[in-house]
């Protein structure tokens, strides 16, 4: 063994060797754990919001309590997308819309499906979120849109209507409507399972 080698093997050897030695490994051991915390505080708080680039698993979608889900199309110039709503089909459903709601719980759009033609308006009372609205006819063509914004609980919030009769409006958060190909001439297909 090379002497200054020996040297520090013979200070390490006393009792003031063996407390610097702790208090080296202590050293060590704090900072390894601040490298780890420091590490972990870089990540989102809510991990799985972050969808895995390089992975085909999307984040489970919670749904709105009190709504059916359904899939719809979009029919656009690159060819059909298909998306998954909340279905509002009951006079109670379609009443209370959004509602109290900060998100759609992970679906993709609103679906307000009437049984016959009609010109009900939409309004936003006590809806938090703004949203944008565009309508369709039976056929499931455009009919038109609006962007509509928040209200309070309170009487007096204005009026959302449609330029002419519809059977279909689809909501989704203010200026989400050209994510989802929706635009003049673009026409909707909805029914069937969202899985």
């Given amino acids: 063994m090379p002497a200054p080698a ?3 093997v013979r200070r390490l050897d006393t009792e003031a060797g063996v407390r610097h030695l702790r208090w080296v490994i202590g050293l060590l051991v704090v900072l390894a754990f601040g ?3 420091g590490r ?3 990540r989102p708080r809510d991990p799985h919001l ?3 680039r390089t992975s085909s698993t999307v984040p489970a979608v919670r749904g709105i309590p009190g709504f059916g889900a359904v899939s719809f199309t979009v029919a656009t110039a690159s060819g059909p997308r298909r998306f998954c709503a909340a279905l509002a089909d ?3 459903t379609r009443a209370r819309g959004l ?6 719980g992970g679906l993709d759009a609103m679906v307000f499906r009437f049984d016959a033609d009609t010109t009900t308006s939409f309004y936003m009372r006590n809806t938090p979120l703004p949203l944008s609205i565009a309508w369709f006819d039976a056929g499931g063509g455009f009919v038109s849109s609006a962007d509509m914004e928040p209200c309070a609980d309170r009487p007096g919030c204005p009026d959302y209507a449609a330029a002419r009769p519809y059977r279909l409006a689809i909501e989704v958060p203010k200026g989400g409507l050209e994510a989802l190909g929706i635009r003049p001439g673009s026409s909707v297909a909805v029914g069937g399972s969202c899985r």
């Fill in 6 to 8: 020996r040297r520090f």
């Fill in 50 to 52: 972050v969808q895995n």
């Fill in 40 to 42: 972990g505080g870089s």
């Fill in 35 to 37: 490298v780890f915390i």
């Fill in 90 to 92: 009951t006079a109670v």
């Fill in 99 to 104: 509602m109290g709601r900060g998100d759609l």
